[in-house]
Each structure stands twice: as structure tokens, then as C-alpha cells.
Nanobody, 124 residues
């Protein structure tokens, strides 16, 4: 069993930065792929970024490539999402996710564990 708790959301102006963090509890964290999804008002939840169990590979949806960076700290059982050059269209609730085995997939149904979500609001 894995429990995920996000932090770091908030309100920021366009062009600004935020860093989301996700603390994972439970065994075998290092065996899980980790990722982030987001859901904007009135829209479907969608994949944003993912990182493999080893941290050797990261994947991003096209709209955030070059602006967002996902990373993981195995010693602290945490995963981070550094978000730079934020745009109003990045406004959404961001969810931390985990899955086993430790490969990254974009399908929402393939992720086993979800955090409660953290709100990110980017003002224009």
C-alpha cells in the first residue's frame, strides 16, 4: 500500500514558478513509477509528467515540455514537479500518482495510487 500527500500548490502570476512535492509512505517506493496528472475545471484528468522507478527516464505531455521538470528523491520518498514559465492554462488540480511496475504510462487507469490533489492557479 502506498499513500501520497501533495504540497506546494498555490496562486502565481503567469511566467512564475511553483514546485510541487509529493511525499510517499509505504513499502517499496523505489519500485514504483511516479507521476503527476492534472484536471482543469470542466475538463478530463490528464497526464502531465512521469518518472520511472529508477529515475533514469522522465516523460512529459507536449504542452509542458521545456517548462516542467519531474524528479524523485529515493532517500526521502518524495517526488517533485518543478513548474516554470507557468501559463493560465496550467491552472488545475494536480494529482500525484504511483504505479507498479515502475514504468510510465499515460493512461489514467494504469496508475494504482492517487493523492488528494493540490490546487495550482495561474493568473494572467
Amino acid at each position: 500500500q502506498v499513500q501520497l500527500v501533495e504540497s506546494g500548490g498555490g496562486l502565481v502570476q503567469a511566467g512564475g514558478s511553483l514546485r510541487l512535492s509529493c511525499a510517499a509512505s509505504g513499502r517499496a517506493f523505489s519500485s514504483y513509477a511516479m507521476g503527476w496528472f492534472r484536471q482543469a475545471p470542466g475538463k478530463e484528468r490528464m497526464f502531465v509528467a512521469g518518472i520511472t522507478w529508477s529515475g533514469s527516464s522522465a516523460y512529459y505531455t507536449d504542452s509542458v515540455k521545456g517548462r516542467f521538470t519531474i524528479s524523485r528523491d529515493g532517500a526521502k520518498n518524495t517526488v517533485h514537479l518543478q513548474m516554470d514559465s507557468l501559463k493560465p492554462e496550467d491552472t488545475a488540480v494536480y494529482y500525484c500518482v504511483a504505479r507498479y511496475p515502475g514504468t510510465v504510462v499515460v493512461g489514467i487507469a494504469s496508475w494504482d495510487y492517487w493523492g488528494q490533489g493540490t490546487q495550482v492557479t495561474v493568473s494572467s
